[in-house]
């Protein structure tokens, strides 16, 4: 749940005692979207369901969380949804794969620093999607051949050493399935497509992830001067 006022919004568990600046508020257990809570100090908070441009807003951060333009772009892309299971890589802030949960597809994912996989598995309880987010600690690159077992419908990389993953791409995925590698580097994103190249991967596509954002004031509309939105480069693939 999200608690939104006075400019401050907080993700909040039910039952948990949140100490802000304008007092402590008590979460109840029964907590629901549009109630309204007040802090000892009588400042009121409204109640929020959670949507998905919140979690990269408010998840405790780790690894550089994915923006929500580029997780619109993975889904998007790889129509990652209900009923698919997902490998996905690094776990990092846990954003894409909570993302990825609440589109309803079923996700693993590797983090091989271990304080992040804590904080991830926090997180993904805030989003309550922990359920469908088993967060694995461990270094994804070792763990290829025993996944390799598995098939997974959709694998999404966002880590430096992803093109020695996506060598194995064609043994992890079903027939017809999506790989998408995001990376905020071209000299990585060029290795990744020579890799999916070699390994017999088809419909190779790497875009750019770009947005202007356009100022509308009293003076005029233009695209914002304020810096611009180069994130990264996203490399979709799929096996035959
Ligand atoms: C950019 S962050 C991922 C952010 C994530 N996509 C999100 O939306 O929050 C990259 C993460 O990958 C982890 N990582 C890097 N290489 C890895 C590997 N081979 N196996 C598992 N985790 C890895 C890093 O520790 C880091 O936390």
Redesign the pocket.
Known sequence: MLLTGEDREYLVEPGEELGTDLGVLEVPEDVEPGDTLETHLGTEFRVRRLRGPDLFHHFER?????VPRD?GLVIGETGVGTGDRVLD?????????ASMARAGASVLT????PE?ADVARENMALANVDERVEVRT????DEVDDLATERFDVLTL????APAVVERAPELLVEGGFLAV?SPFVETTRVVVETARESGLDSIVTRETIQRELDVDERGTRPSTAPVGHTGYLTVARRE
């Open positions: 780790t690894g550089a969380p994915m997780v890589a690094g776990t990092g802030t846990g954003v894409l794969a590797y983090e091989r620093n992040f461990g270094n994804v690159v966002d880590t430096g050493d995001y």
